[in-house]
T-cell receptor, first 111, second 113 residues
Framework: KQEVTQIPAALSVPEGENLVLNCSFT??????LQWFRQDPGKGLTSLLL?????REQTSGRLNASLDKSSGRSTLYIAASQPGDSATYLC??????????FGDGTTLTVKP | NAGVMQNPRHLVRRRGQEARLRCSPM?????VYWYRQLPEEGLKFMVY????????ESGMPKERFSAEFPKEGPSILRIQQVVRGDSAAYFC???????????FGSGTRLTVV
């Protein structure tokens, strides 16, 4: 059974700082790893999707990496802005369709 | 090019009533997933459906909950005889195929009074 853990649960940084969010998973037979952003009271917005055959994906100031052997993924956010404040969720997907979510890291970027 | 559409956005039901939550997947997506997010908790998988088939219902409570994805129309998550503990945000996601990335709807926030 896949278990996904995100540490820390909350993170506060000053504007402009580069930061890394961590995601660990127990089953290395992961099919894909997807990072989402959730604003309070809203739905989930997909940020990056990494297939199991890939090592990383980039979109603008975001870079996500996947290391299946160590059971880890990271989301790197460059030059953080107050608008980046949100909860960031990672999800490990299987080839059977189901994805398992971590509980998220709530990021606050202070002006 | 509409995304995943969920309605209603907010639903209030009295204890014992039925709740029906609807989800229309993104155009071109034939796989639908339902997740529940309880207050201050993470997203928990409920059910995975394709047209006219339930593929994985391992996360569905054994009683009162059912889901369908008919040949025509949206996917429906049905909760019978709701209780206060059913109060949560229910999210629907869709994908092109098995193992592809998810696109989420905005969710339905169910409040049981």
């Amino acid at each position: 059974k896949q278990e996904v853990t995100q540490i820390p649960a909350a993170l506060s940084v000053p504007e402009g700082e580069n930061l890394v969010l961590n995601c660990s998973f127990t089953d290395s037979a992961i099919y894909n790893l997807q990072w989402f952003r959730q604003d309070p009271g809203k739905g989930l917005t997909s940020l990056l999707l990494i297939q199991s055959s890939q090592r990383e994906q980039t979109s603008g100031r975001l870079n996500a990496s996947l290391d299946k052997s160590s059971g880890r993924s990271t989301l790197y956010i460059a030059a953080s802005q107050p608008g980046d404040s949100a909860t960031y969720l990672c999800a490990g997907g299987t080839n059977a369709g189901k994805s398992t979510f971590g509980d998220g890291t709530t990021l606050t970027v202070k002006p | 090019n509409a995304g995943v559409m969920q309605n209603p956005r907010h639903l209030v039901r009295r204890r014992g009533q039925e709740a029906r939550l609807r989800c229309s997947p993104m155009k071109g997506h034939s796989h639908v997933y339902w997740y529940r997010q309880l207050p201050e908790e993470g997203l928990k998988f409920m059910v995975y459906l394709q047209k006219e088939n339930i593929i994985d219902e391992s996360g569905m409570p054994k009683e009162r909950f059912s889901a369908e994805f008919p040949k025509e129309g949206p996917s429906i998550l049905r909760i019978q005889q709701v209780v206060r503990g059913d109060s949560a945000a229910y999210f629907c996601a869709s994908s092109v195929g098995t193992g592809d990335g998810y696109t989420f709807g905005s969710g339905t926030r169910l409040t049981v009074v």
